[in-house]
């Protein structure tokens, strides 16, 4: 979780409030925070936050706004966040059709007020590296650059360039460097370099003269982007790949800084006859159903109550209309995804102690669901055999489930649209995983012993809509002796002892050596309930296994029909 590190006398003079130690912690809760560490000589504070969803909170201004809420001292002041008028010409950036394959979106804004001081520019520094290396990615998604603004001129030009067409002084440098260089030999370039080396040209900024600022997301020029405590005219701008993402980190500092005393000047951004002007100020807008925050806290909730607190909260307008509350969220935000987080606002504002205690209707006491019996019975089985259990995926790859064993594609159910092909299927049998698990343990001493018990997917025509769950239990023996019959024993005294006489039947199939395998029956069935065989060892090859190896592998859903609703 993100933890904030400030002082107490910053935070104080954000809030406008005297903050003991025992009223902040309390304070806290409304932005799922917890003090940390408080040192109550120098002052030094530290916030760990319980909640990732909230970029904004992850810095002491954002934390300090959420505990003002909607009583800043200001009152509600986002409406003189501009200095000038709205009709004023703003700044231009123009991004160059050459970036839009590279890094395609840019965003700033010029903020004046007093100097940035120590303080400041240290949660300035630690806000923009918080930004930049959480929630843009490690600067893949978005990176945040700060600028003097005495040291250039606009507009800007956003472009890309070959890597050796363009040098410049670096940040931490006294020597300019090309901008392959730079990626080669400068410590940031170095840690980042990955995001630009598999391209042929790479993003700068440049002023109205010519002169590089910045080259996106590495680093800063030296003369022009080195901002230190006296500052008080400064630039500010985010590159990156998503605009919803460049926005809101291009917010979250504008309120920020707002907060400090600055004055914002918007900067406009021009992309072929597009323009974008940034910060904006208009925030998420969502519609809460009526009855919604009293379906959610089973109590009657007073419209009036439930307004006052949302604005309280820091919302920026609550209106009750025919169809709910139209609720306007503050700009800086992009977490409002659904009705029931204003009701959780709502509650947080109320305060969660609110709630009046009740005792329970009825009394029940917990136990195990009963469509679990037989697995837990295999457990205790197996592990009394000297088996150890594993865990594995529901979702692998195809050539895992199908080609790693010799065996057919036509009943694996495929994912629609797979993050990757590592993830791209339902298992329909636990012995590859079995086999992965055992082709990585050849240091450990053997004999291995392996089981698994878990869900699995088949389809049972050629269609994706119909599939059959079934809940399988298979294990792994292997060892420089073992054979069909060492484990053949233990699997058939395991079935007697679920009420199952088994037997064996000849089987030819992957990955099994023919004459060593069998199908597993029981007097019950009148179908195979399972398979049992020595692995083949062009088979134990693939899979970089040493040893001889046996596996099997029972459907418990035809072992007990009525347990998963399976009949014969």
Same mark, same amino acid.
């Given at each position: ?429 636990? *012995?590859?995983?079995? %086999?992965? +698990?055992?082709? &990585?343990? #050849? ?7 392996? !089981? $698994? =018990? ?17 809940? *399988?239990?298979?294990? %792994?023996? +292997?060892?420089? &002796?073992? #054979? ?7 699997? !058939? $005294? =395991? ?23 069998? +199908? ?13 065989? $020595? =692995? ?33």
């Amino acid at each position: 979780m993100p933890t904030l590190e400030t002082t107490l006398r910053d935070l104080e003079t954000l809030t406008g409030m005297t903050l003991p130690a025992d009223t902040l912690d309390l304070l806290l809760d409304w932005v799922k925070g917890e003090i940390k560490e408080l040192d109550p000589k120098t002052g030094t504070l530290k916030i760990e936050l319980n909640d990732t969803n909230r970029p904004d909170l992850w810095t002491v201004e954002g934390i300090a706004r959420q505990l003002r809420g909607g009583n800043s001292p200001s009152g509600r002041p986002w409406d003189r966040i501009f200095a000038g008028k709205e009709s004023d010409p703003s700044p231009v950036i123009r991004i160059h059709p050459s970036v839009l394959a590279v890094r395609p979106v840019i965003g700033g804004f010029i903020a004046r007020g007093p100097a940035l001081g120590e303080e400041g520019l240290a949660q300035l520094i630690q806000t923009q590296e918080r930004l930049s290396e959480l929630y843009g990615r490690k600067r893949a998604d978005v990176a945040v650059g700060i600028y003097p603004l005495k040291s250039f001129r606009f507009p800007l030009l956003y472009e890309a360039v070959a890597p050796d067409s363009v040098s410049f002084v670096p940040l931490g440098l006294d020597l300019p460097l090309s901008l392959r260089s730079i990626l080669d030999h400068h410590p940031k370039g170095r840690a980042y370099k990955n995001l630009l080396s598999s391209r042929d040209t790479y993003p700068i900024l440049r002023d109205d003269d010519g002169t590089v600022l910045s080259f996106p997301p590495i680093i800063n020029a030296r003369n022009i982007g080195e901002v230190s405590s006296p500052d008080a005219e400064l630039f500010v701008e985010a590159t990156g790949i998503d605009p919803g993402r460049v926005t809101l980190v291009i917010n979250i500092l504008a309120a920020n800084l707002f907060d400090r005393g600055f004055t914002l000047t918007p900067v406009t951004v021009e992309e072929s006859g597009k323009t974008t002007l940034y910060p904006c100020l208009e925030g998420p807008q969502i519609l809460v159903p009526a009855d919604l925050p009293g379906r959610v806290t089973g109590e009657d909730i007073d419209p009036d109550v439930f307004c006052r607190k949302l604005l309280d909260y820091g919302y920026v307008s609550v209106e009750v209309r025919k169809d709910g509350y139209h609720v306007q969220a503050p700009f800086y935000r992009d977490d409002i995804l659904h009705p029931v987080d204003c009701v959780e606002d709502f509650l947080i504002a109320r305060g969660y102690d609110s709630f009046v205690p009740s005792l329970p209707s009825s009394f029940t006491i917990g136990k195990e669901a009963s469509t679990r019996e037989p697995e837990e019975l295999v457990r205790r089985l197996m592990s009394g055999l000297g088996f150890q259990e594993i865990l594995s995926n529901i979702l692998t790859s195809m050539e895992k489930d199908t080609k790693d064993l010799g065996r057919p594609s036509d009943r694996t159910v495929e994912i629609d649209n797979p993050v990757s092909r590592q993830f791209g299927v339902v298992r329909s049998t636990l *012995l590859s995983f079995l %086999l992965s +698990s055992e082709s &990585q343990s #050849s240091r450990f001493p053997y004999p291995h012993r392996l !089981f $698994e =018990v878990g869900e699995v997917l088949e389809k049972t025509s050629g269609t994706m809509t119909d599939v059959n769950e079934k809940m *399988l239990f298979s294990g %792994l023996l +292997s060892h420089p &002796q073992a #054979s069909l019959s060492e484990l053949a024993g233990m699997v !058939f $005294e =395991v079935l007697r002892y679920m009420g199952h006489e088994p037997s064996l039947s000849p089987l030819e199939a992957s990955p099994y050596i023919t004459g060593r395998s069998g +199908s597993l029956r029981t007097a019950k069935n009148s179908s195979p309930v399972g398979e049992i065989g $020595e =692995v083949h060892p062009e088979w134990l090859e693939r899979w970089g296994i040493r040893m001889p190896t046996v596996l099997f592998e029972i459907d418990l859903s035809k072992i007990y029909p009525d347990f998963y609703g399976k009949k014969e």
